[in-house]
């Protein structure tokens, strides 16, 4: 075992780095690495940050994410070299396979008295590429090994979610608490937007959550309802999943990876990184294995919901880029729309309030045309449900017209009559 900042040392004045998201990002060697002062040109493959890393401000450091996140917005801002790499997740990880990245880190659990270290909450993109990097005499795998990280399994013939402490080239421990989110009500839209989900839900459903409220939201209502016998095929396991489970809502009859929840990382409050470790009924699997949509059409009546920022009348949905600005990224989105309205009785449900306040202004979320400069996350042929406050429409069988006039019913009352005098 070395210290952190011999671990950091290991990576060379130029070099190539990759590491997981939020759960899965090395805190302790990234701050050893952002205390050298002979850096030259280093380059992180990751996304979605959960701290603003002295290394980010490092002229020699250039980020490439996957995921923004409000670390990312607001240190390219203030001038960081962040680069936005377009790619749905399971994406990441195919491109991560072919850039074959010189170091991977990863964070892992300490290893348990057979010597195995356990991914914990996160597999996503790079538990596969660490793998890879450790069987390569050319390139290092160095995990990190936090106490805090609850120890999950994964299933054998995807790698179980673990690598014996012998065939990592490094290892150092770093105890510090796992990032959480905070505790924020759902709104009065919140609600009613689950409210609308729910009613759309039958028992027996296989569920995937997105991150948010809403889908919380509808986990939970779903948790104190009538319905059960659910199963749980999802990229993010939250709190709302750990109730469902509590309620004794799920039994993972789905038709593909029967008998346990599978997801592909975590992340949620405190509560539920407990309920995790050593938890029999869920696996942590690699991201290739829950969010590519030929795996999701053998699923039974696979429901998924997501959230996005804005939907024009033809129903292209902008998720992760809106006024030249990268917001976020595509994820899982677009993946697990189409998988579950391929699904055989599957439903895909995209949400969104049904108005936002830009610098001051009330604006509709709801658009005749996504503004110039907007990128589209998901294209409008995949769209299914579209819920607002409002309402819930099914797109999938309207004309053009149809759906505008579908969609002008569920957007805000004060500007209906504007939307419609878009369309004739």
């Known amino acids: 075992m070395l210290g952190v900042t011999e671990a950091a040392a290991l990576v060379r004045p130029r ?3 990759a590491f997981g998201f939020v759960s899965g990002q090395p805190a302790g060697v990234l701050e050893a690495l952002g205390a050298r002062t002979d850096l030259e040109e280093i380059v992180l493959y990751t996304g979605l940050c ?12 250039r980020m490439v994410s996957g995921f923004f996140g409000p670390i990312e917005r607001m240190a390219r801002a203030a001038g960081a070299r962040i680069d936005y790499l377009a790619g749905d997740f399971h994406g990441l990880e ?3 396979l072919r850039l074959k990245p010189r170091v991977v880190l990863a964070v892992t659990t300490p290893p348990d008295a057979d010597g195995w270290l356990s991914f914990g909450t996160h ?4 538990y596969r590429p660490f793998v890879e990097a450790a069987r390569d005499p050319n390139r290092l795998a160095i995990a990190e090994a936090n106490p805090s990280m609850p120890r999950v399994a994964g299933l054998p013939d995807l790698g179980g979610h673990r690598i014996h402490v012998s065939e990592v080239d490094a290892w150092t421990t770093h105890d510090a608490p796992l990032f959480a989110l905070p505790d924020v009500p759902a709104s009065p839209e919140e609600l009613a937007i689950a409210s609308h989900v729910v ?3 039958e028992r027996g459903a296989t569920l995937q959550f997105g991150i948010g409220a809403v889908p919380d939201e509808i986990a939970s ?4 309802g009538a319905l059960d016998d659910f199963g749980i095929h999802t990229e993010m396991i939250s709190d709302g999943v750990m109730r469902l489970h509590q309620a004794g809502k799920v039994t993972n009859r789905k038709g593909l990876y029967d008998g346990v929840t599978v997801a592909t990382f975590a992340l949620g409050s405190t509560d539920v990184y407990r309920w995790l470790d050593g938890n029999p009924d869920v696996r942590m699997l690699p991201v290739s294995a829950t969010n590519e949509p030929s ?11 997501n959230a996005c920022l804005s939907v024009d009348l033809f129903g292209q949905v902008a998720a992760d880029h809106v006024g030249g600005r990268q917001y976020s ?3 899982g989105a677009e993946s697990f729309v189409v998988g579950a309205s391929e699904a055989p009785g599957g439903k895909s449900f995209v949400c969104l309030k049904s108005t936002a306040t830009v610098a001051g202004t009330r604006i509709s979320t709801l658009v005749p045309r996504l503004p110039v400069g907007t990128l589209v996350t998901t294209a409008r042929h995949h769209v299914q449900y579209v819920v607002t406050e409002h309402g819930c429409v099914d797109l999938s069988m309207r004309t053009d017209r149809e759906r505008a006039q579908a969609l002008i019913g569920i957007a805000h009352p004060d500007f209906r009559d504007e939307l419609r005098a878009t369309i004739g």
């Open 15 to 17: 070099d190539e780095l």
């Open 123 to 126: 597999a996503g993109a790079h």
């Open 329 to 331: 990224g595509v994820g």
């Open 94 to 96: 195919r491109l991560l």
């Open 221 to 224: 209502q779903l948790a104190a």
């Open 295 to 305: 795996l999701m059409r053998r699923l039974r009546s696979f429901v998924s919901v």
């Open 50 to 61: 959960t701290q603003p890393y002295a290394l980010l401000s490092n002229p020699a450091v």
């Open 199 to 201: 009613a759309e839900i």
